[in-house]
């Protein structure tokens, strides 16, 4: 028997075993219920008061050390698992993963600096809106061709209520319920019944401005909307300004400004309709007011080399990904 005993143990030293399945191997030969060392205690059990005496100590030993063996492999394993897992701090770091602010978040936040600047204050107003707001009270005539189905989502009829088709409407709401003198941009969302293609879009947005006060002119428009131009654009802008036609100023105009060779449209503009003023119960008599409104994606796309409206709203991070850094 002491034989056998010292064979085994010296297997169970001599054991270099590393898998997983050696090991369990290892633990069903030398410490399972079927094991030969539990065959040995099965054995001992008849041995004579005498032997068991003899043997009992070594016997002992032996599966001392068959466990101590099976728990140094188990330790480790988990020595060799937790250094995988932990974090090497020799790698290079990963790639830089900060966010950059949406083309049309930049352009909309430069618009908003240049008129804070000279005490323009910023209002907000809703998208789905009465037909009154977006349309009526801005002296749309009763058959105007925007009120028609290809240019505006109708939420529904009769009363009509409709996606904004413009900030305009805001106008409406402010002077419904503040006295003059009042001086506000109007950043928003706006929505046209079009196609989507690289140069019109069903949605967009548009910042609207509006200063109502006494004895506002033309000559303060214009001053306006230059100093906007400069800013915007740099210092040796030039502006033009066309005659133009919309329902809720008069006079009208759309303002181009010098671009490479020529000249491009970049808002439109004019003094304050006497009935708007009138529909929001301020007496025009008394007070005028001029009002002009912008895209800011054409905007964006003069400044970024943008050829097509829809890269705006994709979400594509290619393009996302190139105004990182850019305030
Ligand atoms: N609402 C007009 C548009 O969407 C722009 C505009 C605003 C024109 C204010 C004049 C005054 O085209």
Known sequence: MLEK?????????????????????????????????????????????????????????????????????????????????????????????????????????????????????????????????????????????????????????????????????????????????????????????????AKSHCFFHQVEGLYVDKNVSFRDLKDTLYYFAKEMFGEETKVRFRPSYFPFTEPSAEMDISWKDGWLEILGSGLVDPNVLKNCGIDPKEYSGFAFGMGIERIAMLKYGIDDLRLFSENDKRFLKQFRGVR
């Open 5 to 197: 005993i010292e064979k085994i143990k010296a297997d169970i030293n001599g054991f270099s075993g590393i898998s997983d399945e050696e090991i369990e191997a290892f633990r069903v030969k030398y410490i399972s219920k079927k094991s030969i060392i539990n065959d040995l205690f099965e054995k001992f059990k008849k041995l004579s008061v005498q032997d068991k005496k003899k043997y009992g100590q070594t016997l002992n030993q032996l599966k001392r050390l068959a466990k101590d063996k099976l728990s140094s492999f188990s330790n480790s394993t988990k020595k060799q698992d937790a250094k995988n897992n932990s974090t090497d701090y020799t790698l290079p770091a990963e790639d830089d993963t900060v966010g950059s602010l949406h083309p049309l978040r930049i352009i909309r936040n430069k618009i908003i600096k240049i008129f804070r600047d000279i005490g323009f204050s910023i209002e907000d107003g809703p998208e789905i809106e009465e037909d009154w707001y977006n349309f009526t009270a801005l002296n749309f005539p009763e058959n105007h061709p925007a009120r028609e189905m290809q240019d505006t989502f109708f939420i529904s009829k009769n009363p009509d209520v409709v996606l904004r088709t413009h900030t305009s409407n805001v106008q409406i709401r402010l002077m419904e319920k503040e006295k003059p003198p009042m001086r506000v941009i109007i950043p928003g969302r706006v929505y046209r019944n079009e196609t989507v293609s």
